[in-house]
């Protein structure tokens, strides 16, 4: 027996919650941690000024799924991303919301790997308003990014692909004097280019962990919603022993509606009010453009439902155009990442990342 729609799609909005909503703490009776992290190789940075963000296992209707990983453009020069990451709060897993600061805080202690070793991130740093690649832990290409740096980082976690704190086999660390400092620094929450990442995740079947067991066919990718020039993980980070205990309902899928809908724009910020107002109005017709979209598929999709129940389908068909919808909510959210991605990769490539 599928959940009910509206029961669906508050377990969504409540993912959503979990994956992409700013600072925001939100308890979910898990008892159980996400899976090990997988292994595997980080893609090559696309461009100048994208900064690495790791994958992470989320929450949705079907249990866990994978995030992957990807090259970001920072919302604002001087801004590093602190992690999101699942922690024991007693009675339920909780996810703290990953985060954009000019200091890297807590993310659990976790070992993501590629600069983000537990604490802090040697990945890279800023310097002089450009952002600077440490070659020894990230992947980039010399010949068309120069601003580039060696310094060996001595990663004690190598063997470690524990990814949660607390609770029972979880990590101990604990917050640091300076990364207390830094969780009460100016912050910006996940970019919508980041927010249509994890959306395009959450549609795509091959990233949940009871069809994976842990190790996903798209690790990570180059862009945010570049899925198909995916990264595969070589192996899972560990036994996967998650399967039986997720409430996967029989046949579920993901229509338009049950998305939480087209993520807002992050407003322009580069200190140029005349060059923000004219990116903004470009931001909010691309927005519009998208929201239109997803009501224009949300619709046919009902009324595909409507005209089902009305013939009275037998399951075969029920499940045929379950599978369409499925595909083309996941297309569509793919294509809006990508749109808001490039959109975003124009801007800051047009003045608006201060130099």
């Known amino acids: 027996m599928r959940f009910p729609r509206t ?23 898990v008892s159980f941690g996400p899976p090990a992290l997988p292994v595997y190789e980080q ?31 920072p919302p604002r020069v001087g801004f590093l991303w602190t992690p999101g990451w699942w922690g ?21 202690g976790i070992n993501y790997g590629f600069g983000y070793f537990g604490h802090g991130f040697e990945g890279g740093r800023w310097d002089g308003g450009h952002f600077f690649y440490n070659r020894s832990v990230t992947n980039v290409n010399v010949t068309n990014i120069h601003n580039v740096y060696n310094t060996t980082v001595i ?5 470690n692909r524990v990814s949660y704190n607390g ?44 069809v994976n067991h842990g190790r996903p066919s798209i690790a990570a990718t180059p862009r945010p919603g570049a899925f198909s020039a995916g990264v595969p993980a070589r192996e899972a980070g560990g036994e996967y022993r998650g399967g039986n205990n997720v409430p996967r309902p029989p046949n579920s899928t993901f229509h338009a509606k049950d998305l939480p809908g087209v993520p807002r724009p992050t407003p322009a910020n580069t200190g140029n009010a005349k060059l923000d107002q004219k990116y903004q109005k470009q931001q909010q017709q691309l927005y519009n453009r998208q929201a239109q979209e997803h009501q224009k598929v949300q619709q046919q999709q009902e009324r595909e439902d409507r005209q089902l129940e009305q013939r009275k389908a037998s399951d075969a068909q029920r499940q045929q155009v379950e599978q369409r919808h499925q595909q083309q909510t996941q297309q569509m959210e793919e294509r809006h990442t990508q749109q808001a991605a490039q959109m975003q990769a124009r801007q800051q490539g047009g003045g608006g990342r201060k130099r």
């Open 43 to 73: 893609p090559i940075c696309p461009g100048d000024g994208y900064i690495w963000t790791p994958g992470y296992w989320a929450w949705g209707p079907d249990g866990y799924y994978w995030v992957p990983g990807t090259w970001v453009l």
């Open 167 to 210: 609770g029972q086999g979880g990590l101990e660390a604990r917050e640091t004097p300076a990364e207390e400092a830094a969780a009460r620094e100016q912050h910006i929450g996940p970019t919508s280019v980041q927010e249509h990442h994890a959306q395009a995740a959450l549609s795509n079947p091959q990233l949940r962990a009871s």
């Open 155 to 159: 990663n004690n976690n190598t063997v």
């Open 7 to 29: 029961i669906r799609t508050v377990i969504v909005a409540l993912a959503m919650l979990l994956s992409t909503a700013s600072f925001a703490e939100i308890g979910i009776s």
């Open 88 to 108: 024991w709060g007693g009675s339920a897993f909780i996810f703290h919301t990953g985060y954009w600061g000019p200091v890297v805080g807590f993310y659990g």
